[in-house]
Nanobody, 122 residues
Framework: VQLQASGGGLVQAGGSLRLSCAAS????????MGWFRQAPGKDREFVAR????????SYADSVKGRFTISRDNTKNTLSLQMNSLKPEDTALYYC????????????????WGQGTQVTVSS
């Protein structure tokens, strides 16, 4: 699976952004998908995940209620709607995929996109 994330940018605190991830491969619909992020000087951290059917979702406590993950298996795309953005959301955001489960530990996630930068100004 190859992943291409887009949609990052600079936004003021309280604003919104929508990240997209285009996936290649005929087996996209059978993969769990998710998002991680990495702020400068910090480890990559789990943000959100969605099961291959789209029926199950999970979010990091820090983004719960503000971010929404979604996928369209007919278009091989994954999205992350980010609302009420805060300066602490500033990070490089990665789209990820795994044939099994998107673990909270980034070391256990198999496929990674190249990342898209999100910067939230105060």
């Amino acid at each position: 699976v190859q992943l291409q994330a887009s949609g990052g940018g600079l936004v003021q605190a309280g604003g919104s952004l929508r990240l997209s991830c285009a996936a290649s491969g005929r087996t996209f619909s059978s993969y769990a998908m998710g998002w991680f992020r990495q702020a400068p000087g910090k480890d990559r951290e789990f943000v959100a995940r969605m099961g291959w059917k789209g029926a199950t979702t999970s979010y990091a406590d820090s983004v719960k209620g503000r971010f929404t993950i979604s996928r369209d298996n007919t278009k091989n795309t994954l999205s992350l709607q980010m609302n009420s953005l805060k300066p602490e959301d500033t990070a490089l955001y990665y789209c990820v995929a795994d044939p099994g489960f998107i673990a909270n530990n980034y070391l256990h996630v198999k496929y990674w996109g190249q990342g898209t930068q999100v910067t939230v100004s105060s």
